[in-house]
């Protein structure tokens, strides 16, 4: 029987990240756009960033500003339980500063853009 991805891993800076079921990734790279002209279509290229988005909650004892600050960047590493791990050197945090949800675990969503990662296969 054949495995699919089921469980992903987030290391941000050496700091592994617990994060909730459905974290997602966008490796970034190139990307066709449709050029329509005359009755013809046709293909041009564009650069597209990654996009990284995960859950995960605040712990009694977290520092907020250890997890998040906007002047956080450097390495993401998505490790993914069938055997790819894809690293981004120049990861960052994006996005809008994100709310802390009382009630249910402290959620915070946490998003992530970069570059095209490395893919390293176990």
Do not use: H
Request: a negative charge.
């Amino acid at each position: 029987m054949t495995q699919v991805l089921g469980i992903v891993d987030i290391t941000w800076n050496g700091v592994n990240v617990p994060v909730e079921k459905g974290a997602e990734f966008r490796p970034g790279g190139i990307k066709n756009n449709s050029v329509t002209y005359g009755r013809k279509t046709a293909r041009a290229q564009e650069y597209q960033g990654s996009l990284i988005t995960a859950t995960t909650n605040l712990e009694k004892g977290q520092s907020w500003s250890s997890l998040y600050g906007t002047n956080k960047e450097g390495e993401l590493q998505v490790i993914c339980d069938t055997g790819q791990t894809y690293v981004w050197e120049d990861a960052f945090l994006s996005g809008d500063i994100p709310n802390i949800t009382g009630g249910d675990g402290g959620k915070i969503k946490l998003q992530w853009e970069g570059s095209t990662p490395t893919e390293i296969l176990s």
